[in-house]
């Protein structure tokens, strides 16, 4: 298979790319990126472009399964418009185009809460993500809802706050439901989903992603 990657270089997209790397079901791993990396492999080409124009680049967006794990945050990005551009239109655009060049299989890393009727900013913001990507009528789509993310060398400050305190929870079984979820197993579980020979939607829930991470290539 060949694979698309958008947000290739953030913490579950560094995992996503290494374990595809090394996966022999993926002959071929393309990664659409703002700036260079410095990865090398046989397997990988990098295309990188400059999102806020999808006409020159939405033609390379072509193979078997797209993984869009992009996003940022509203401190890094400055405001909500430019969270918006990053965690909104830069996705939709990449999902767009690989639906106009036949991709059938296409996985998102929305969050948990993530209802376009929310009221809170985020949780909004990826509900209408969500929505407007289902609506571009891939034969596939898998979305999943994580809640904490449990980032190597994460730097923000709230996420590595709430992590502990999640965890501190789960050593006196609490909480066990909303355990961090490590990128490296969130990676794995996105991998495994492009494995299952399936059609339509699903969404796959805060723990139950740990579940589906462990699931054997012989269950697909």
Known sequence: MKALVIGATGATGKDLVKQLLNDHDFEQVDIFVRKPVDIQDPKLNVHVVNFDQ?????????????????????????GKEAQRKVDFDYQYEFAKAARENHVDDYILVSSYGADPKSKIFYSKMKGELE???????????TIFRPGMLDRKDSERTGEVLGGRIIKFANTLGLLESQKPLPTDVLAKAMINSSKIKSNGYSSIELGNIFGFAEKSNDQH
């Not at 399964?65 to 992009?70: G, Q, T």
């Open 54 to 78: 999808p006409e020159k680049w939405k033609h390379k967006v072509k193979g078997d399964v797209a993984f869009s794990c992009l996003g940022t945050t509203l401190k890094a990005a400055g």
């Open 131 to 141: 929505e407007a990507v289902k609506q571009l009528h891939f034969e596939k789509i």
